[in-house]
């Protein structure tokens, strides 16, 4: 609960200050704004995207591509707006019938690469419900559904290993080692691998968000001092923010987010359900990828 949660409200307080600069006063509360003009506590297209994932996960008890990818179009076509050029352009080629493999491909070469973050905001339902290492290729899978480069694969596998190890008490050291374990990519690898040496960037790409995330959740003392520092980094605030929230939530838990926080959140009770039917859906079955 903690981690879905933790996800929207991460979401929810970066989105007035999303593709900002670093803002001169501390923001701690949930402001309306932005570049979609939101109300104080609404949430953008990474949760609803966090959401569809979560909502596939349970009613298919497990990875459906098929379904997955009807569930993001639903959200797409309620608010394209929201959503970035990967993942619209891929939406855009389905919905004009282009079979799913080929339309990844075709965005990747179209913007001459697919590193962004979408898919890595996406995922972390991956992590309640699969346990760790079998979610690595799961959201390796998932995330190469609408991102055809590898990097934002591994980024976004690297990130659900640690929220499926910290959803069942694994320590927060313990869950990033596990995590820089299974990772094969050099790149990832080498960034993720070593959040010390460098300097957290608020980007859309997949690495330096994961890593802004990343550096921010491992280094803080609080759920409120994590998604806080996070969002006030400006920049894409709204997906640093929520994969923040997604990995502190996970290892806070629900009761550390700040109830000022919670009131305000939109749809919340909603989510709190949802996460809940997909921690009781949970699978120690070995996944099946199926078509």
Known sequence: MGSLAGLAIGDALGAPLEGSPQPEAWVTEMLPGGRHFRKAGHWTD???????????????????????????????????EWYGRTSAGFFNLIKNGIPPHRAAR??????????????????????????APDVYATSLACSQLTHYDPVAAHCSAWLNVMVSDLCRGTSRNDAYRHARHLCTNPEVHAVLGNIEQHHPQPSLDAVLCSHAALSVFMQSRTFEGAVLSAINMGGDADTVGACTGALAGAYWGLSAIPERWRRKLEGYDALIRLADVLWQARTDKKPVILA
């Open 46 to 80: 990474d949760t609803l995207q966090a959401v569809a994932v979560a909502e596939s996960l349970e009613k298919c008890k497990g990875f459906y591509p098929t379904d997955l990818i009807l569930r993001l179009i639903s959200g797409y076509e309620k608010r394209p």
């Open 106 to 131: 075709l965005v990747h070469l179209h913007l001459q690469g697919s590193r962004t973050n979408g898919s890595v905001m996406r995922g972390f339902p991956m992590g309640i419900f699969y346990p």
